[in-house]
């Protein structure tokens, strides 16, 4: 079965950076994109940016020009986010998710997701 | 980047109501639309994909529908383990984009 298992909670200063793992198991792992999405506390979801785990080509959002990073290793199955100049804004839980497609190709967003990660950056 | 305007932003609901959530998108994305469900504590639950249709497992109380600019979500018979937050997701361009949610609360 799809399992989707993240790396654990961070504590990190402002300023400092960030590199939250999820590691896929039980599907061809380069067949699928993967997004990440963020959940600040209290908020909603928020869409960072999706990675393709064939060729390692990512597109995020604009708004984290800069200093978002998204890398995939396929030897271990394992796509990374990385997260720079960390603010205290930036606390959230941070969730992999991949994406399916149904019998007829139709792209099917967030079918599969990690347990999310927590970062909190405070001083 | 394409604005997805939810409403309600929440609700209270009996067990057994109907309820209905919609997102506005403000430019058209088709049928690109998914909607999950999350309940605290918990990463999102895929419901429903392509405006309106269920995802695997997902019971029938659930459907969507919708296109172009005017989606909604509706929940036949509200049951005790629908109370949750429910979000639209478009996905015809990036960036993605997520509604403000709604949560639906017990009256």
């Known amino acids: 079965q799809v399992q989707l298992v993240q790396s654990g909670a961070e504590v990190k200063k402002p300023g400092a950076s960030v590199k939250v793992s999820c590691k896929a198991s039980?599907?061809?792992?380069?067949?699928?994109?993967m997004h990440w999405v963020r959940q600040a506390p209290g908020q909603g979801l928020e869409w960072m940016g999706i990675i393709n785990p064939t060729g390692g080509s990512t597109t995020f959002a604009q708004r984290f020009q800069g200093r978002l990073t998204m890398t995939r290793d396929t030897s271990t199955s394992t796509v990374y986010m990385e997260l720079t100049s960390l603010r205290s804004e930036d606390t959230a839980v941070y969730y992999c998710?991949?994406?399916?497609?149904?019998?007829?190709?139709?792209?099917?967003?967030?079918?599969?997701w990690g347990q999310g990660s927590l970062v909190t950056v405070s001083s | 980047d394409i604005q997805m305007s939810q409403s309600p932003s929440s609700m209270s609901a009996s067990v057994g109501d109907r309820v209905t959530i919609t997102c506005r998108a403000s430019?058209?994305?088709?049928?690109?639309v998914a909607w999950f469900q999350q309940k605290p504590g918990k990463a999102p639950k895929s419901l429903i994909y392509?405006?309106?249709i269920l995802h695997s497992g997902v019971p029938s109380k659930f459907s969507g529908s919708g296109s172009g600019t005017d989606f909604t979500l509706t929940i036949s018979s509200l049951q005790p383990e629908d109370f949750a937050t429910y979000y639209c997701l478009q996905y015809n361009v990036y960036p993605h984009t997520f509604g403000g949610g709604t949560k639906v609360e017990i009256k």
């Open positions: 392509a405006a309106s």
């Open positions: 430019q058209g994305i088709r049928n690109y």
């Open positions: 039980g599907y061809t792992f380069t067949t699928y994109y």
């Open positions: 998710a991949r994406v399916e497609f149904d019998g007829s190709g139709f792209p099917v967003p967030g079918a599969y």
